[in-house]
């Protein structure tokens, strides 16, 4: 499988989203190579263009209300509720932005991303693929009954079972090396210096049960080879969930792994 391609793949439909407003069906192959042909005849979007589009979602979008927060972590039912912006960054690192964009917030699921970039630079595509897989569970992010039915293979590290396994790919000597290499990679995609929120730390711990259970079976399947397992695991894995960042510095990170392909990190 090729990872560079699927993280091309999934920024060209996280543009498209934002410029339109809306996934669309795929067309025809031969129109599609039309649609191609004349976009390339055009040449890339001015920057005026880009930001129009960018203020459009905005605007489309800011007084939507739908929804709620998570509360099943009771530090995220605290955050406010209307925080919205948009930060959309080229890969030549042209930076566009509307709405708020400094507020401080944890990233959360965001985190797997980037421990699993960690993971594919130091052990190779190979060892994510044998130990969890790369395939949609067809289930729930924290499902235990998906983790049963393969014995935890047949996911990926984007669910709470998978991120869980490949955050104990992580290698180093003792817990603080281990963790020093994840918040060091975040550092690095970040270009700054990344701080935990205690607070939201503390909530995580406190009401993890769920991933406790769901680390301790996907130890028993044997995808986490560690010790205090899944314990440790699941504590660094809370700890990169409550990592901050304000919407103006999380933006350089996400296009940073589509562009290098998850490989050249640090």
């Known amino acids: 499988m090729n990872i560079a391609r699927v993280f091309a793949m999934s920024r060209r439909a996280a543009v498209a989203f934002i410029l339109f407003g809306t996934f669309v069906a795929a067309p025809p192959r031969r129109a599609h190579s039309q649609n191609v042909a004349n976009a390339r005849s055009l040449g890339p979007p001015q920057a005026a263009d880009i930001q129009r589009a960018v203020n459009a979602a905005y605007a489309k979008y800011k007084d939507l ?9 009771p530090a995220l039912a605290k955050v406010d509720p209307n925080l919205f912006g948009i930060a959309l960054v080229t890969p030549d690192g042209q930076v566009y932005v509307a709405g708020d964009n ?24 190979a060892t994510v693929v044998k130990n969890t897989g790369v395939d949609a569970t067809g289930a729930v992010f924290n499902s235990i009954v998906a983790i049963e039915q393969a014995k935890g293979h047949e996911m990926n590290p984007l669910v709470n079972p998978g991120a869980i396994a490949t955050t104990s790919l992580v290698s180093g000597s003792s817990y603080q090396d281990i963790w020093k290499k994840i918040s060091d990679t975040y550092d690095a995609f970040a270009g700054r210096k990344l701080t935990v929120l205690d607070d939201v730390y503390k909530s995580e711990a406190a009401t ?31 700890a990169g969930d409550a990592t901050f960042r ?7 990170m996400v296009p940073a792994v589509s562009s290098i392909g998850c490989r050249d990190i640090m």
């Open 65 to 73: 209300h739908e929804g709620k927060n998570a509360d099943y972590i």
């Open 102 to 125: 400094s507020t401080q917030v944890s990233i959360q699921s965001i985190s797997k991303v980037f421990t699993l970039a960690r993971v594919l630079q130091d052990s190779g595509e």
């Open 208 to 238: 993890n049960q769920r991933n406790r259970a769901i680390g301790a079976l996907m130890y028993a399947y044997g995808h986490i080879m560690v010790a205090n397992a899944p314990v440790s695991v699941i504590s660094k894995l809370i």
């Open 246 to 252: 304000s919407h103006r510095k999380t933006r350089v």
